[in-house]
């Protein structure tokens, strides 16, 4: 019985041992299960992370392509580059949203703002884009106070002065760029953006006079570029920044009268553009800058009587124009560039006497202008600039064969005729028409004396009115005097009708405006009948329809001041009535739906 007792409690003691192994056992197995899962959350979290990273490194490189992209900024891809950028405005706030407390993760927060800022600001949405900045700033500035860890305290205060530099704190840039270089003095980035900003700074001193205060900056920026290039000789990025400098250091000893040291500034500089643009051909604005270089030498050369070298460098300047302008179809712009390289050229070439030479460079101009949709005001200007080049003999002579004076009379017609499509779009500038020197082949000519004194009696009666001078009042009687002299007292052609309408029109405002309404007035009945019968014989011309608008706007001013308020209110219903019609024509130019816009503004 004994024994049997001793065995039974020897059985009971081993399975109590068995059970309590078994439960360390499941503990253990328990404990290395949590462990795994806990390892693989951590892997599934660094996984998520990784390719969150690797997510918005993508879209960083996507954001940079679209912003840098001129062929997104042309128009018909102006939407699409809108859609572009707003949907990468879209990753970047979703992942703003994310209020995750690590450093890391509110380091990145603090990149997404500033991305957010950057696109915002490409859309045109300029207090949007300081918000989200400011937002930036606050974070940076946050994890700067709080960042024991030297290693991300230097991407913080890139971050930082970065977002510094696009709210114009440049003071503030300088000061962190140059606590990263005492602790880095060889960070490429922050050297990269130190000179940028002595390089905006030294601009802006430029534009306010500061002569001296300027070529400091420019010193200090052009060393930081010396050095990155002479340790980065093949990054195009800072052969072209070192070439913009140097140009601008030409162009500063220029203003100064030191023109031998700006020439041999100006042609450095290229060494470096041409590089660059060698480099990354891809790159438009390095070509363009290039060309810009080419064009200050070209002049410089000139002031110095060094024609063949000149030449030579118009010549190189028109050959980069024409090849980015093949390269680059998509681009408008372009060939309006290449249009101006041309008219250098010709105009080089003319004042040194070759006159075959010009007359190839003049047409090779009107080909590119003419194969340009020529609509905007400024554009027609251009176009009818290069007709008048084309204008003028090669040298003074009463004895031009029949067949060259006749070609030269085509071109002043088309000049003309150009000019005065660009007067109707809306081309304001008086001064220039009457002071441009390539203008002079055409100045004898009475049709275009005839569009002189009609654009300058528009500018006269788009006078403010309560601004109006005697001086205003006479020099538009005058302008009036000069074109009943040029058009006749009865005139039946539609445009010397329009013309003796403007002049008529510039009187009656500028009485007005001196509170002579008897003058005003009559001025405007004489001006109404001209007005009718150009907008019954073109009704579906929207100029005018405006043009018949303004008079009963301006009559129910005239009215007004003279307290006939009935008459007044009358004669603002019918203007407002021909300016509605005038808006559903449709207008293809702006300058006319913003003078319906400033006349519809004028009435009380």
Known sequence: ALILETDAA????????????????????????????????????????????????????????????????????QSLRQALLSAAMQFYEDFSQDEANTDQMQLELAGAYSRIARIRSELG???????????????????????????????????????????NRYDDTVALCQEILTAEPRHAEARKLLAETYNTLAIADENDRNIATALDYHQKALTIRQELVEEFPQEPDYLAAIGSTINNLGVLLGRQGKTREALAMFQHALTFKAQAYQTAPEKILWGRWLCIGLRNVARTQAGFSQQEEALRSYEQAAAIRQQLAFDNPAVPSLKSDLYKAWLDLGNYQRELGKKTAADRSFRAARRVLENIPRNTPAELFEL??????????????????????????????????????????GYQDAETLETDDSLAALRDRKDFQLLEKQLRARQLAASDADNVKED?????????????????????????????ADGLHAVAVTENGLEQHDAAEQALNEEMPLRVALQKEAPENPGFNVDLGAVWIALGQVCWKSERFTDAVQHWKTGLKQLESARSLDADYPSLRQRVASLERTVF
């Open 125 to 167: 949405q300029s207090q949007e884009s300081k918000d989200a900045n400011a937002k930036s700033i606050e974070r940076y500035e946050r994890l700067l106070e709080g960042n024991e860890d030297e290693d991300d305290a230097v991407d913080v205060r890139l971050g930082l002065a970065n977002a510094y530099f696009w709210a």
């Open 384 to 425: 009818a600039l290069v007709y008048a080049e084309l204008a003028k003999p090669a040298e003074e002579s009463a004895d031009l064969p029949a067949d060259e004076a006749a070609e030269l009379h085509d071109y002043a017609d088309l000049a003309v005729q150009t000019l005065q499509r660009a007067v109707d779009a």
């Open 472 to 500: 205003d009042r006479d020099l538009a009687v005058e302008v009036l005097r000069e074109l009943r002299d040029l058009v006749g007292e009865r005139p039946t052609l539609p445009r010397h009708r329009q013309a003796l």
């Open 10 to 77: 020897l059985a009971s003691e081993t399975r109590a041992k068995n059970t309590a192994r078994q439960a360390q056992q499941q503990a253990e197995s328990a404990r290395n299960q949590e462990q795994l899962r806990r390892q693989e959350a951590e892997r599934q979290k660094q996984r998520v992370e990784a390719n969150s990273a690797l997510a918005r490194s993508a879209v960083d490189e996507f954001l940079n392509r679209v912003t840098e992209n001129e062929l997104l900024t042309v128009p018909g891809l």
